[in-house]
């Protein structure tokens, strides 16, 4: 059946045929509707094996490639999806921790043929644009978002949302909103134990600013690790900030000025600990004899510094390629889910025994 239709199509086309096939030709050659080839291809969840196997055949004998705006009449799609990204602006956004995260968000879609449409917003075009009229002034498929603060307007938008959305660091599950991150809770948990394991009985803890997710979710395991070693978990050594090198520098001189007796210091973010670690300098300690440092992420720069700072490594590739798969995942008819991705703690030169 399919032979004959490529000879017919010859006859109607000469040479350039096979330029010309749509997929009206490829559901007539596979004897299914037009609906069925699309769903097909886009392999959705409704189509038999059997089906999709025989489009998938057919299409591969025509040499058909469907076009992306024919495609997107046919399924109301436009194999589009944007990209949020909050105050990119604002220091912290632009370091290879995003850039890494973008990258694997990139590989994930461009692999299944999707484009993908970069929105950066702040609070206030939140307040002008709603999250629904982002997606239909660009006519996206779904939408990835990350570095959004909890109390940001977007926030609430999406968990009542009908968007397929995946959100990276953001805990929200909905029948149409997955996301994607580390187990910061676990993670922090490990390092304050190895820490405790080195002998440190007095582990200060400078966090991230208190609008971000991820702060109550490392600070959790850093109460758990030092209420199950029995020590017990102290306020007053708990400091917030920025996810800069300035915010971590400002807060260990704090912190330790405060409470000198501190000999190791957990730190939410790669950035902040480079910036203690100045801090230490500036204030004659010296690290990790004074003074243990452990950081959050395993940035590049993490193995620049002297000494190379002990971290917590995020697989920030992973967590934006994931991103990328769980949403098409979703719009495939798939259901929204929290999907973690494995880290591990880097032992190197910034922590030593007590």
Not at 181 to 208: K, P
Not at 274 to 303: H, Q, W, Y
Not at 309 to 327: D, I, P, S
Not at 338 to 351: A, C, F
Request: glycine letters at 8%.
């Amino acid at each position: 059946m399919c032979g004959e239709i490529i000879m017919k199509l010859r006859k109607r086309f000469g040479r350039d045929a096979m330029k010309k096939i749509t997929i009206k030709d490829v559901a007539k050659a596979a004897g299914v509707s037009i609906t069925t080839v699309s769903r097909a291809l886009n392999e959705y969840p409704d189509v038999s094996d059997e089906t999709r196997e025989k489009v998938f055949r057919v299409a591969s004998e025509l040499n058909y490639s469907p076009n992306s705006i024919a495609r997107g009449l046919v399924t109301s799609r436009t194999n589009t999806i944007g990209l949020i990204i909050s105050e990119m602006i604002k220091p912290g956004v632009y370091h290879p921790y995003v850039l890494e995260q973008l990258s694997g968000v990139k590989a994930s879609l461009r692999k299944a043929g999707y484009d993908i449409i970069l929105f950066t917003v702040d609070p206030g075009m939140q307040e002008v644009t709603p999250f629904e009229k982002l997606r239909d002034d660009r006519k996206v498929d779904g939408m990835i978002a990350f570095g959004l603060r909890m109390s940001d307007p977007y926030i609430d938008e999406i968990r009542h949302c009908s968007i397929p959305t995946v959100l990276i660091d953001i805990p929200i599950v909905t029948d149409y909103v997955g996301y994607i991150s580390s187990d910061n809770v676990e993670a922090s948990f490990e390092a304050i134990e190895y820490l405790l394991n080195l002998g440190h009985r007095n582990v200060g803890f400078i966090n991230g600013h208190k609008d971000a997710a991820v702060s109550f979710e490392r600070l959790d395991g850093y109460k758990r690790a030092l209420i199950d070693s029995g020590i017990g978990y102290r306020d007053g050594y708990v400091i917030y900030d920025d996810f800069t090198q300035e915010g971590g520098y400002n807060c260990f001189k704090q912190l330790l000025q405060e409470n000198p007796e501190i000999t190791a210091v957990f730190v939410a973010s790669d950035l902040m600990a480079i910036g203690a670690m100045k801090a230490a300098i500036d204030m004659g300690l010296r690290v990790p004899e004074d003074v243990s440092i452990i950081g959050f992420d395993d940035i590049e720069l993490a193995t620049m510094v002297q000494p190379q700072l002990t971290t917590v490594r995020q697989e920030k590739f992973k967590l934006g390629y994931m991103a990328g798969e769980h949403l098409l995942h979703i719009l495939k008819g798939g259901k929204p889910d929290h999907v973690v991705v494995p880290h591990k703690l880097i032992i190197r030169g910034s922590t030593s025994a007590r």
